[in-house]
């Protein structure tokens, strides 16, 4: 019991910090779209990215167009509810090596604690979700759920990696 709750422990905290760099991943392409290094097309891009999410937790998970039908509305509210926090931590966490360094002792503890507080928001609002999902699909089902979504932020930080080792004409 112990091993089995520090397993999926450890687990949350990866999927935090995964959740984390995936917020960095995206302000910095909004910085990009800001700045008009990127293209007209991101948002299409970022609907095929979905779209690809979509497919490949479907595919691992193998929902049964019940489950299906009575899971994804819960998953969609879950993943709006992760992106209204990303926002609100990346505005209260956008500072750069500058601003940390002439930061006080007393400001770099508040931005530290109010760093501690989104996380723990970020783990309650999955154990919220981990306890709605476990009452639409049986628990290995959720489990496979929660590979998929680790599988899936692999490959697309596989992806990135990847296209910023390519040479500049190759990349579209």
């Known amino acids: 019991m112990k091993t089995t709750y520090a397993k999926t422990s450890v687990a949350s905290l990866l999927l935090i910090l995964a959740m984390l760099m995936h917020s960095n991943l995206l302000s910095a392409q909004q910085e990009q779209h800001k700045n008009g290094k990127q293209g007209k097309n991101s948002g299409a891009k970022h609907e095929k990215m979905e779209a690809q999410k979509i497919a490949f937790i479907t595919q691992e998970v193998n929902f049964t167009p019940e489950e299906a039908k009575v899971f994804w509305p819960i998953y969609n509210e879950c993943e709006a509810k992760k992106q209204e926090m990303r926002k ?37 609002l999955r154990k919220e979700y981990h306890t709605k999902f476990k009452s639409v699909l049986p628990a290995v089902k959720v489990l496979k759920l929660y590979d998929a979504e680790r599988e899936f932020q692999k490959m697309l930080i596989d992806k990135i990696r990847q296209h910023k080792q390519m040479p500049p004409e190759n990349k579209k």
Do not use: P
């Not at 500072?95 to 007393?106: G, H, R, V």
């Open 88 to 124: 609100a931590f990346k505005k209260s966490d956008n500072l750069s090596k500058d601003a940390i360094a002439k930061l006080t002792e007393k400001e770099a503890t508040q931005v530290l604690d109010n760093q501690l507080i989104e996380a723990q928001k970020l783990v309650d």
